[in-house]
């Protein structure tokens, strides 16, 4: 999975960075095992365990700077992997507003995050363990899993709009 946070501010940056490296990099899922993207914080996200501030969306329209601001750049990322990846995505959220980052490489394609509301969840159903690592690649958060192939294959088609869909969709 990937997606692109050019232009993201410095805080907003640092967050989907420290996210990626410090949280998502290295899980370790057991077969059978459901992922949780809220599971990954042990503790809270705040100022004091080394978050910035950067805008979140709050209500549905409002922006309101927040430590881990941004930190659903890491989340979109992951949901992307694991679809790429034909994991079944059991809960999973679309952000209430456009994010002009995640147009490259998935639009349409995002998974918000909000503790103990809205999270991101899959499944391991592989019959193998796997590995997900996560990294930055200067403006490119990037989430690779890696696994036993079992076969399966993943065709994403896209994104529609009322002006495009096709009458079966």
């Known amino acids: 999975g990937r997606s692109n946070f050019a ?3 410095l805080n907003r940056a640092f967050n989907v960075r420290k996210a990626l490296n410090e949280y998502v990099h290295g899980v370790f899922l ?3 095992e459901t992922f949780s993207f809220g599971n990954l914080f042990r503790s ?3 100022s004091s365990n080394g978050w910035k501030m950067a805008m979140g969306i709050f209500d549905g329209s409002r922006l309101e ?3 881990g601001g941004g930190i659903c750049q890491s989340s979109t990322t992951i949901y992307r992997a694991a679809l790429l990846a034909g994991l079944p995505v059991l809960t999973h959220f679309h952000h209430s507003m456009y994010i002009k980052f995640y147009a490259m490489h998935g639009e349409g394609l995002d998974a918000t ?3 103990g509301s809205k999270d991101l969840k899959f499944l391991n159903d592989t019959g193998s363990p796997i590995l997900i690592q996560a990294y930055d690649d200067a403006e490119e ?3 690779e899993i890696y696994g036993t192939p079992d076969g399966r294959s993943v065709s994403l088609e896209g994104p529609y709009r009322a002006s495009n869909a096709p009458e079966n969709v």
Request: proline share 11%.
């Open 44 to 46: 809270s996200i705040s």
């Open 65 to 67: 700077a927040t430590p």
């Open 141 to 143: 958060a990037i989430v």
């Open 30 to 32: 057991a077969q059978g």
């Open 7 to 9: 232009g993201s501010v």
């Open 113 to 115: 995050y909000y503790p």
